[in-house]
């Protein structure tokens, strides 16, 4: 059995020093974007810059707090201005192409591509919207299908704002963690319905993420995170108590390797098995003990079988690669009165008969032959 190891790989800087405030992987793997004031592309195999994309100034509609691909050529943001910025890349001409849409009324925090790409929630503070794409011969544009109401009053946060923590698409459902009124589930085709609770609010939820399938979901519980499985209800997977104090420092987490394993942030990155809820590895960032993590993230590519994470504090993006070595570690002890549970693979048994026979033959050959009996 092979375990996973990760190793760190490049240390990325922006053109002008600014805190990273957001980390996106290409479909691929091969690019990865992080916004500032400014976004930059760099190819991770190399940690060298995109031959043709140096850096796009945003900072005229100020932060970039999000950010998603829906290609390996087009890449999207959403900024302080309310503005969803479209950058596509044209490897044949060497050169990029801007587009920008008013979307929001307020900064936009978070956004989100139903898998088909033409769909999208978008979400500030506390207003979450719906665009639908409309694709005709003469033109391309998004339209704007309206705002999802505010989540039902619950006595617990009766007083409290709606903020928005999360916003995914799972399947036809745009799924959304509020800071302080739980989780909800809304049908993407009418903005008026009322939405499926799918988990309580028990205390403040500074943060959510779900696995590419939508299968798992994690959030914040204020000493830790929760983790859930839908089958098809939601159901407890495990909870893990963080190293950092949440009431003072509200630390971002990924769900990585398909759902299985959690990425924490904090002074360093911490990988956390769940099922298992064992410590994998620390992967040390070297940001000092008054720098955290501000964002970070994980990607997966299935044809090339690579792993990858990336993690920013401060102005400084860190990229790990896995690599795979043979898990030699000594098989568990035996409890008082177990037995060995011997389990032969294939070759394994081809081997003992391999040495049977050719023990027979010897014996054959030398005169000494006995007659065994195998019980």
């Not at 500032?36 to 592309?41: A, F, G, L, P, Q």
């Not at 028990?202 to 590419?212: G, K, N, Q, R, T």
């Not at 501000?294 to 990607?299: D, E």
């Amino acid at each position: 059995m092979a375990l996973l190891q990760y190793k760190h790989t490049h240390e990325l800087h922006p053109l002008k020093a600014s805190p990273i405030r957001c980390i996106a992987f290409s479909p691929s793997g091969g690019l990865i974007a992080f916004g500032t004031t400014r976004v930059e592309i760099w190819q991770t195999l190399n940690g060298q810059r995109h031959r043709f994309v140096e850096s796009i100034d945003n900072s005229n509609a100020g932060d970039v707090d999000c950010m998603a691909w829906t290609d390996e050529h087009t890449l999207h943001f959403g900024d302080a201005a309310g503005r969803l910025v479209t950058v596509t890349l044209d490897d044949k001409k060497q050169e990029l192409r801007i587009s920008i849409m008013k979307a929001s009324d307020s900064p936009i925090k978070f956004i989100s591509f139903h898998k088909s790409a033409c769909q999208l929630a978008v979400a500030g503070s506390d207003v979450i919207r719906v665009w639908f794409r409309q694709t005709t011969r003469e033109t391309d544009q998004w339209q704007d299908r309206g705002r999802l109401s505010n989540p039902p009053a619950i006595s617990a946060a009766e007083s409290r704002p709606v903020r928005v923590a999360f916003i995914g698409w799972r399947g036809e459902n745009i799924l959304v963690a509020y800071r302080h009124h739980g989780s909800f589930e809304w049908a993407a085709d009418t903005t008026e319905q009322r939405p499926n609770q799918v988990l309580p609010t028990h205390d403040i939820i500074h943060h959510a993420d779900y696995s590419s399938d939508g299968d798992v979901f994690a959030i914040s519980n204020g000493s830790g995170i929760d983790v859930y499985g839908f089958s098809p209800t939601p159901s407890l997977l495990g909870s893990f108590t963080s190293k950092v104090d949440q009431k003072k420092y509200e630390y971002p987490f990924q769900l990585v390797h398909g759902g299985h394993a959690i990425l924490e942030g904090g002074h360093e990155a911490v990988l956390w098995q769940i099922d298992t809820k064992l410590e994998l590895q620390v992967l040390e960032t070297n940001c000092g003990a008054s720098m955290y993590i501000a964002s970070s993230g994980g990607h997966y590519n299935e044809t090339t079988d690579t792993f990858q994470i990336a993690s920013s504090s401060g102005s400084t993006l860190q990229l790990w690669k896995a690599i795979t070595f043979p898990d030699i570690r000594p098989p568990p002890l035996l409890s008082e009165g177990e037995t060995p549970n011997m389990v032969f693979s294939g070759s394994m048994m081809a081997m003992v008969i391999a040495v049977m026979v050719l023990a027979v033959l010897i014996m054959v050959s030398t005169g000494d032959v006995h007659v065994f009996a195998i019980l």
